[in-house]
C-alpha cells in the first residue's frame, strides 16, 4: 500500500475507492482494520497512520461495516481510543436518528440484529436518549419468582404470559422475548423490572435450551447485564411498551391473572346472573 501523505493521508485512497463509481470504502475499512489487529504490537507511524485512515473512513461508511469494526477494536487490546470513541459517538447518533425516525423501527432493528449490535444498540441507548427514561417501577417480587419458576420448570408458555404481565406489554412482544434465541430481550427484562443477576442465569439455563446449552452465550449475556445501566433497560421497556400503547405501572404481589373459562355453560352462567342480581349489594361486591 503506498503511503499516504501526511497532510491528508486519505486523498489518494479515497479517491482510487471512487474512480469507478464503486464506493468500496466499507471494504478498504474492513481491510486496513483487519490487518492492524493482525499485529499485536505497533510503532507510532504505524498507530498514527491507522488512526487517520479509520478516522476519515469511519463517517464515510454504512452503520453495518461501523458495527463490524467496533466489534473487532473491541476485542483488540489496545485498540486506539480516539476511533473507538467515534465508533460510540456515532452509532449513539444512529440510535438516536433511529428513535426520532419511529420507536418502532428501533424495535424492529433491535430485534432484528445479530448479538453485537444488539449490544452497541443497548450500550448506548441512554446516551442516545438525549433525556432520562421514565422510571419503571420494580415489579412485584412473587411475579418475578413466578418467572423463575415457570423457566425452571421449562414452561415458556407460562413465562411469556407471566412476561406480559411484568412488563406491561402485548403477547406478541412477550413472546418474541420470550423465544429470542440470543437472550437480549430476556437481559433487557431482567435488568428493567429489577431482578437479581443470580436469577437471570438461572432463567437463561432452562428456559431456552439454545442459550442454556451455550456457556460462551451464558457468559455474554451475564456481562451484558452488568453493562447494562437500568436507565438504558428501562428506556428500551419504555419503547416497547409505548409500541403497545401502554403505559408503565406497578405490579402488585398478589394479582388476578385468571382467564375467563371458556367451557363455562351459557345456562348455568345466565342463572348464575340472575341469581346474583337477586342478592344484597353488599354480596355483589365480593363477587369475582
Not at 185 to 206: D, H, S, T, Y
Not at 259 to 270: D, E, G, Q, Y
Request: hydrophobic letters at 40%.
Amino acid at each position: 500500500m503506498v503511503k499516504p501523505s501526511a497532510s491528508n493521508p486519505l486523498d489518494s485512497l479515497v479517491d482510487l475507492a471512487c474512480r469507478d463509481g464503486v464506493d468500496v470504502r466499507p471494504t478498504l475499512l474492513r481491510v486496513v482494520t483487519d490487518l492492524y489487529v493482525q499485529k499485536a504490537n505497533h510503532s507510532t507511524e504505524e498507530e498514527t497512520q491507522f488512526v487517520e485512515l479509520a478516522l476519515g473512513l469511519i463517517e464515510a461508511v454504512d452503520p453495518h461495516t461501523r458495527t463490524i469494526i467496533s466489534a473487532t477494536l473491541t476485542s483488540y487490546p489496545g485498540a486506539p481510543a480516539a476511533v473507538l470513541e467515534k465508533l460510540a459517538g456515532l452509532a449513539a447518533a444512529a440510535t438516536g436518528a433511529g428513535a426520532e425516525a419511529g420507536q418502532n423501527d428501533l424495535t424492529n432493528l433491535f430485534f432484528s440484529a445479530p448479538p453485537e449490535e444488539r449490544r452497541l444498540i443497548l450500550v448506548n441507548l441512554d446516551v442516545a436518549a438525549g433525556k432520562p427514561a421514565r422510571r419503571v417501577m420494580p415489579v412485584a417480587s412473587e411475579l418475578i419468582r413466578r418467572l423463575e419458576s415457570a423457566a425452571l420448570n421449562r414452561n415458556p408458555g407460562e413465562f411469556g404470559r407471566v412476561l406480559e404481565r411484568a412488563l406491561n406489554v402485548d403477547r406478541d412482544l412477550a413472546e418474541k422475548i420470550t423465544g429470542d434465541e440470543h437472550g437480549e430481550p430476556i437481559v433487557v427484562a431482567a435488568r428493567a423490572i429489577g431482578m437479581k443477576l443470580e436469577v437471570l442465569q438461572r432463567i437463561l439455563l432452562f428456559l431456552n435450551p439454545v442459550i442454556g446449552q451455550s456457556a460462551q452465550r451464558i457468559y455474554k449475556l451475564t456481562h451484558l447485564f452488568e453493562e447494562l445501566s437500568a436507565q438504558s433497560a428501562e428506556y428500551m421497556l419504555t419503547i416497547w411498551q409505548t409500541n403497545a400503547g401502554r403505559r408503565a405501572f406497578h405490579a402488585p404481589v398478589y394479582w388476578n391473572d385468571e382467564r375467563p373459562s371458556l367451557r363455562s355453560n351459557p345456562k348455568s352462567t345466565a342463572r348464575h346472573s340472575v341469581e346474583t342480581d337477586a342478592r344484597p349489594a353488599r354480596f355483589k361486591i365480593n363477587e369475582r
